[in-house]
T-cell receptor, first 112, second 116 residues
């Protein structure tokens, strides 16, 4: 069991650029979650998938954010026209349907 | 709406001392889950425990113990004989148990520093 992996681990981008992050969940997990964590705060829920279906999105997920999980395996989170306020750690977690969420190491985004 | 409050922002103890991390929650759900996660300096959140709202039995796992009191909406975490490796940010979290989403609502975390 290799755990949840995320790539890249760090991303520095200029304001206005688009960025895409990838999450590979634990292989047998049906559910995949995205969270955002800013400095000194706990993670905040963004969205989640059950298999390939995106079932819920937080109001934190503006129109500039889009997430996909094609074929119910890995997931991508894209941020278009990045803003400095998007600077944060983006965390991915996966779980079985009724199980605990296991988190990846996160992608730290810095928007300059 | 769900809310988790961890009033202790930072705690510093000397190795081998016992330390308790407080967690108070708010929810309108009658059934829910409570969690503790640990975030060491490496950044990866590590799952420690899940409790169902129906089960108020306290739990002990090695040097860790959890005290769940529904009457006061608290789910406190105690580390006995703390060690330097326990230094981390600890998060308490809450999720619904009946609905399908199960997303976690986290507190703001408590930074624990264990000094040698």
């Amino acid at each position: 069991d290799t755990g949840v992996s995320q790539n890249p681990r760090h991303k520095i981008t200029k304001r206005g650029q688009n960025v895409t992050f990838r999450c590979d969940p634990i292989s047998e997990h049906n559910r995949l979650y995205w969270y955002r964590q800013t400095l000194g705060q706990g993670p905040e829920f963004l969205t989640y998938f059950q298999n390939e279906a995106q079932l819920e999105k937080s109001r934190l997920l503006s129109d500039r954010f889009s997430a996909e999980r094609p074929k119910g395996s890995f997931s991508t989170l894209e941020i278009q026209r990045t803003e400095q306020g998007d600077s944060a750690m983006y965390l991915c977690a996966s779980s079985e349907i009724l199980g605990e969420q296991y988190f990846g190491p996160g992608t730290r985004l810095t928007v300059t | 709406a769900q809310k988790v409050t961890q009033a202790q922002t930072e705690i510093s103890v000397v190795e081998k001392e016992d330390v308790t991390l407080d967690c108070v929650y708010e929810t309108r759900d009658t059934t829910y889950y409570l969690f503790w996660y640990k975030q060491p300096p490496s950044g990866e959140l590590v799952f420690l425990i899940r409790r169902n709202s129906f089960d108020e039995q306290n739990e002990i796992s090695g040097r860790y113990s959890w005290n769940f009191q529904k009457s006061t909406s608290s789910f406190n975490f105690t580390i006995t004989a703390s060690q330097v490796v326990d230094s981390a940010v600890y998060f308490c979290a809450l999720s619904e148990a009946v609905g399908s989403a199960r997303q976690l609502t986290f507190g703001s975390g408590t930074q624990l520093t264990v000094l040698p």
